[in-house]
């Protein structure tokens, strides 16, 4: 019902699938580009247009009456107060879960900036999880994956090669998205 519903509203906004990778159960699910507040709704209707459902990082402080909403949608509280890195907190996620599914932002604002922050990157590869490579083309009005991407080790390099697979993508105010 609710992946008939996210496909229906999506074509109803003007929105098409572009090409689907395969379901895995656990994995980091990099989304970009990320310049505005329409991307997560777009990303929860995407993901649950193809039947999967996704968790997303949110402060703790969100998860309070009447925004239990979040927690609904798939929120995952991040605790900053704790001494174990967020990366540590996910990764602890990922070995609790028999399937865990993690949507991050590698911009980590909607403003414009020119390095990506790596933590979904550290999370994968200390997970032992792939990374699904998620867009959002606003020219095209298409939603989809560039593909499958497993961590070699070398950080630098292998969020060069994935930021390379955004290249030509259009985001909601390219202002904001700076492509390599």
Excluded at 19 to 26: G, L
Excluded at 130 to 151: Q, R, T
């Amino acid at each position: 019902m609710k992946k008939a519903i996210s496909k229906a509203l999506l074509r109803l906004a003007g929105w098409k699938l572009g090409p689907v990778v395969e379901d895995v159960p656990k994995c980091v699910i990099c989304v970009a580009p990320h310049t505005s507040n329409w991307d997560f709704i777009v990303g929860k209707l995407f993901y649950t247009s193809i039947g999967r459902n996704a968790s997303f990082l949110i402060k703790k402080e969100w998860f309070f009456f009447p925004f239990m909403l979040f927690d609904w949608l798939g929120g995952v509280p991040v605790d900053r107060s704790k001494r174990t890195s967020v990366t540590d907190q996910m990764v602890g996620q990922f070995n609790r879960r028999k399937e865990f599914q993690l949507a991050v932002t590698p911009e980590g604002t909607r403003k414009r900036v020119n390095d990506w922050k790596k933590g979904f990157y550290y999370i994968a590869q200390k997970a032992n999880v792939p990374i699904l490579m998620a867009y959002f083309d606003y020219k095209k009005k298409e939603a989809g994956f560039k593909g499958v991407f497993y961590p070699t080790g070398d950080a630098d390099k292998d969020i060069r090669d994935i930021r390379e697979h955004y290249r030509g993508v259009t985001a909601c105010h390219p202002e904001n998205f700076v492509q390599i």
